[in-house]
């Protein structure tokens, strides 16, 4: 089955930094490469999504990229302010009906 | 309701006791699925149903089962708590009938089995 490696598990950033988070895949059949944002004592909400026809997309301060020859997606975050401080989770999945496989998680410091 | 609801935000519960997890979601999606949450292994799914009527296993389903009787709920069932079962429990519903991937995550239980 589907194994998605995180990393790294802990990020410390000052305000205004980047953050960039790896992870990679082990099927080459995945096509869906969704990014989770968990606040404290919540759900995982969708910040940002992409499929294996695009190679990056950006939404505001966020963006994604994806090599599937390499298999491996990245999350960055430009310009981070402190309510980016959070768990991020990458997950991966074949978009036959949805079910994911998450990496383990970066919890996310951002310091002012 | 608005979105996903569960019920109980926390619990505290004996080994050997019988134990369900409630989901309600009020978005009329066709799957649901329920996750764990432990420190250092993120999210792993436990079961699934992709529609009312029907459930599947997903990567830890040992010790737990699932119904679906309607299209709003999921209940998690662990007929018999040990204290490995401790995790924060998440429920979540997907539109996938609507071709669309996101998954839409409830608050969580906090389990503890003693």
């Known amino acids: 089955g589907e194994n998605v490696e995180q990393h790294p598990s802990t990020l410390s950033v000052q305000e205004g930094d980047s953050a960039v988070i790896k992870c990679t895949y082990s099927?080459?059949?995945?096509?869906?490469f969704p990014w989770y944002k968990q606040e404290l004592g919540k759900g995982p909400q969708l910040i940002i999504d992409?499929?294996?026809?695009?190679g990056e997309k950006k939404d505001q301060r966020i963006a994604v990229t994806l090599n599937k020859t390499a298999k491996h997606f990245s999350l960055h975050i430009t310009e981070t302010q402190p309510e980016d401080s959070a768990v991020y989770f990458c997950?991966?999945?074949?978009?036959?009906?949805?079910?994911?496989?998450f990496g383990a998680g970066t919890q996310v410091v951002v310091t002012p | 309701i608005a979105g996903i609801t569960q019920a109980p935000t926390s619990q505290i519960l004996a080994a050997g006791r019988r134990m369900t997890l409630r989901c309600t979601q009020d978005?009329?999606?066709?799957?649901m699925y329920w996750y764990r949450q432990d420190l250092g292994l993120g999210l792993r799914l436990i079961h699934y149903?992709?529609?009312?009527?029907?459930?599947g296993k997903g990567e830890v389903p040992d010790g737990y089962s699932v119904s679906r009787a309607n299209t709003d709920d999921f209940p998690l069932t662990l007929a018999s708590a040990v204290p490995s079962q401790t995790s924060v429990y998440f429920c979540?519903?997907?539109?996938?009938?609507?071709?669309?991937?996101?998954?839409?995550f409830g608050p969580g239980t906090r389990l503890t089995v003693l």
């Open positions: 979540a519903s997907s539109d996938e009938q609507g071709g669309d991937n996101e998954q839409f």
């Open positions: 099927d080459s059949a995945s096509n869906y």
């Open positions: 992409i499929r294996s026809n695009v």
């Open positions: 997950a991966a999945s074949k978009n036959s009906w949805g079910k994911l496989q």
């Open positions: 978005m009329r999606h066709n799957a």
């Open positions: 149903s992709n529609t009312a009527g029907t459930t």
